[in-house]
């Protein structure tokens, strides 16, 4: 029989990885989002194509959109099932622990890392 201390601090792990790829690709969307609010001056960089030369010369940075870095629709998904994935199994391992010891460690709902 595994350590369920040692299962949970795996699980923990996993999950805290998971809120921080979900977060970042919920940025690189957000900051997508914000750009296409002027969507007559906004850039895709790392794409095939080029666009006028008057987008090219007045963009700013802020009205880019990294195509190397924008993720397809699978990608999100995948994204966001592993995090509702390791949520389970975070919930799982804490059920795991023996009364007795889970005071030893934060309860799941505490897991999350900051922003």
């Given at each position: 029989?595994?350590?369920?201390?040692?299962?949970?601090?795996?699980?923990?792990?996993?999950?805290?990885?998971?809120?921080?790829q979900?977060?970042?690709?919920?940025?690189?969307?957000?900051?997508?989002?914000?750009?296409?609010?002027?969507?007559?001056?906004?850039?895709?960089?790392?794409?095939?194509?080029?666009?006028?030369?008057?987008?090219?010369?007045?963009?700013?940075?802020?009205?880019?959109?990294?195509?190397?870095?924008?993720?397809?629709?699978?990608?999100?998904?995948?994204?966001?099932l592993?995090?509702?994935?390791a949520?389970?199994?975070?919930?799982?391992?804490?059920?795991?622990?023996?009364?007795?010891?889970?005071?030893?460690?934060?309860?799941?709902?505490?897991?999350?890392?900051?922003?």
């Amino acid at each position: 029989m595994s350590d369920p201390l040692q299962q949970y601090s795996n699980a923990v792990l996993a999950y805290t990885a998971s809120v921080h790829q979900a977060r970042r690709v919920a940025e690189i969307v957000n900051r997508g989002a914000t750009a296409l609010r002027n969507w007559e001056h906004v850039q895709v960089t790392g794409i095939l194509g080029e666009f006028p030369e008057e987008v090219r010369r007045r963009h700013a940075s802020e009205n880019d959109v990294c195509g190397d870095d924008w993720p397809g629709a699978q990608q999100i998904a995948n994204v966001l099932l592993a995090y509702h994935q390791a949520k389970q199994a975070l919930e799982l391992a804490f059920s795991e622990i023996p009364e007795a010891l889970r005071h030893a460690v934060k309860n799941p709902e505490s897991v999350a890392p900051p922003r």
